[in-house]
């Protein structure tokens, strides 16, 4: 709860909030934790959302955070795409920058770093890797599910959908701003319409909480045969689901998933579903 909290208050800093304002947000922000038992953690973090929303009167708190997001990854992308094309396993680099994409999140975290990042993963293990496994699963299916994360990072996901060479992939994006999640906005300015169909979940929330979902979505979604998960939040939403098809791919950026998972914090994972928690 300490980073959300930090993350809220860097939030009050940056829209330049009044004390009154900021008073009315941490006595909301209290009683939500009060209720933490009832919620799960993507569904508070829409509560929060919603709220700093409400009181600042602005509607995309990390509008511009997204921006530089997308433009910083764009230029990655060209600088790196010719790696990938020449390296040994083009599928495998390009599901490694995938994941370390997934630092750029300005929900759990108040500073990163892309670079560096990108240098540990292409140079570590994977704490948990069902890759191979991942890569047949593409082969094999029809219709694949691709759920997006954050801005920025959904550059390094279309590098690797342009790698999977799939006929049939839904990338799937938030249904409204909500923290620094990726929008529909944000998939057509990096080109994502280009390589996949983009459709968003109808939510709110940043993840992926069925429940929470439209009815078109879940239509998509119960059709396909594959789903990548890409995301701590997305993980979050759907880690009971108790679903094989589903395939995570994440950076392990907090304490408690790390305890869930069986990793260390900071690790970096492509984890099958099919081998329950």
Do not use: W
């Not at 009181?55 to 010719?82: F, R």
């Not at 998960?229 to 880690?239: A, R």
């Amino acid at each position: 709860m300490d980073c959300q909290f930090k993350t809220f208050e860097k939030l009050l800093d940056t829209h330049k909030v009044n004390y009154q304002q900021r008073q009315d947000f941490f006595g909301f922000y209290n009683l939500t934790m009060g209720r933490k038992y009832n919620l799960t953690m993507p569904e508070i973090h829409r509560e929060l959302n919603d709220e700093f929303c409400r009181i600042t009167g602005v509607s995309d708190i990390y509008l511009e955070e997204k921006q530089i997001s997308n433009k910083i990854a764009l230029e990655l992308y060209h600088q790196l795409k010719p790696d990938v094309l020449i390296s040994s396993d083009p599928f495998n680099m390009a599901l490694r920058l995938s994941i370390a994409g997934n630092i750029m999140d300005y929900g759990a975290l108040t500073d990163f770093d892309i670079h560096k990042t990108i240098d540990k993963v292409l140079n570590s293990d994977f704490a948990i890797d069902h890759s191979i496994q991942l890569k047949q699963a593409i082969q094999k299916a029809k219709k694949i599910v691709y759920l997006g994360d954050n801005a920025g990072e959904i550059v390094f996901d279309k590098m690797l959908i342009e790698l999977m060479l799939h006929p049939n992939v839904n990338y799937v994006v938030r249904g409204a701003a909500v923290l620094n999640d990726a929008t529909r906005e944000d998939a057509k300015f990096v080109g994502m319409d280009v390589v996949a169909d983009v459709i968003d979940n109808g939510s709110k929330v940043p993840s992926t909480v069925l429940s929470t979902c439209s009815p078109d979505f879940l239509k998509i979604y119960n059709e396909a045969d594959l789903i990548i998960s890409k995301g701590q939040g997305n993980f979050e939403g759907l880690m009971y689901e108790n679903d094989p098809r589903i395939f995570f791919l994440l950076m392990v950026k907090c304490d408690v998933v790390a305890e869930l998972v069986g990793v260390e914090k900071g690790n970096f994972v492509v984890f099958n579903n099919s081998n329950n928690l």
